[in-house]
């Protein structure tokens, strides 16, 4: 019905960059909420940023001031711009929207992609 894609995973270096993507698709009335969220092995998933439809941004303290969080409403797809990155920042990133579809509007359901994985080497 809906899916969320996510690329853009990778190895790289402590220090380098990396961006990641996730495309929505299906029967997609509107997206509300779009976020990403993290899972390292042996821990829980945490939220690392999230973003509204108006542009509205929040951050993981951890994250604050090296990642960017933002949006592309007309192509569905969120985006996360990873600086500086540390080997603690080594994890499976999800993608998570509420989405209002065409079959049950009024309704808001929560989406997650696949995930993609990030590690970071020191």
């Known amino acids: 019905q809906v899916q969320l894609v996510e690329s853009g995973g990778g190895l790289v270096q402590a220090g380098g960059s990396l961006r990641l993507s996730c495309a929505a698709s299906?029967?997609?009335?509107?997206?509300?909420?779009m976020g990403w969220y993290r899972q390292a092995p042996g821990k829980q998933r945490e939220l690392v940023a999230e973003i509204t439809s108006g542009g509205s941004t929040n951050y993981a303290g951890s994250v604050k001031g090296r990642f960017t969080i933002s949006r592309d409403n007309a192509k569905k797809t969120v985006y996360l711009q990873m600086n500086s990155l540390k080997p603690e920042d080594t994890a499976v990133y999800y993608c998570?929207?509420?989405?209002?579809?065409?079959?049950?509007?009024?309704?808001?359901?929560?989406?997650w992609g696949q995930g993609t994985q990030v590690t970071v080497s020191s």
């Open positions: 998570n929207a509420h989405v209002t579809t065409v079959q049950a509007m009024g309704t808001m359901f929560s989406f």
């Open positions: 299906g029967s997609i009335f509107s997206i509300n909420y």
